[in-house]
């Protein structure tokens, strides 16, 4: 066989190799307790080339875009800048499990297997419905004595109820869904399981500012947020 029919089955052999990791893969990253179940989505080009994006179910984080991924023979690596973590595996003769670790900040075991379209798809986003008077966005600051991080909330009144979602920005551009918040006259509270944490607060009379506590893994900080301008 002439060299160049050689190179190009060797090509060919590649794409279709990195062509059999397209589709839905779950794994449950496991840590201190808390289980994260995570929805890997990768694509195959024409000339093979993979991208690829996650869903971190329990977070409510859906889309998180994978900055670069490679198969070479059944070594899978792929890094998500978006969270500063890394992903190194390797595929079974199969194609159907990725058995590797997870690295962001500590390394941990993480094991992808095929995904029942199912179970690969996200929930429909809830419906708009007219605001409640603490609609909007509230920042505030996590005093941790060396440590200070800022906090953003998004409340959103829908016609499922009330809604949130959590950033810090100062660790990380994504947002975190909420799955429960409950309003009881001034009392408000809001639970984020996806990454350990409830914020229970008192609502200020002229709804400028709620005044509360954050809790996350064992760890109570005193938290006051501030209504911004829109």
Known sequence: MAFAAVLAAAFAAKGFAQAQLAGDWQGTLSAGGAELHLILHISAGKDGALTATLDSV????????VSEISLKDAKFNMTVDAVHGAY??????????????????MSLPLKFKRAPASQATS?????????????????????AGETKLRVVFQ??????????KMQSPDQSPLWVNATAVKRNGSSLTIEIPGIG????????DDKSSIGGTFSQMGHVLPLALTRQKE
């Open 155 to 164: 409340i959103v009144n829908t016609q499922d109820g009330l809604t949130a």
């Open 197 to 204: 944490a409830s914020f229970e607060g008192r609502i200020a």
């Open 123 to 143: 929930a429909p986003a809830p419906k708009p419905a007219p605001p409640t008077d603490f609609d909007g966005t509230w920042s505030g600051t996590l005093d």
């Open 58 to 65: 329990d977070q409510g984080v859906n889309a998180i875009p």
């Open 88 to 105: 190194e595996g390797t595929v079974n003769k199969d194609a159907t499990e990725i058995d590797g670790t997870w690295s962001q900040g």
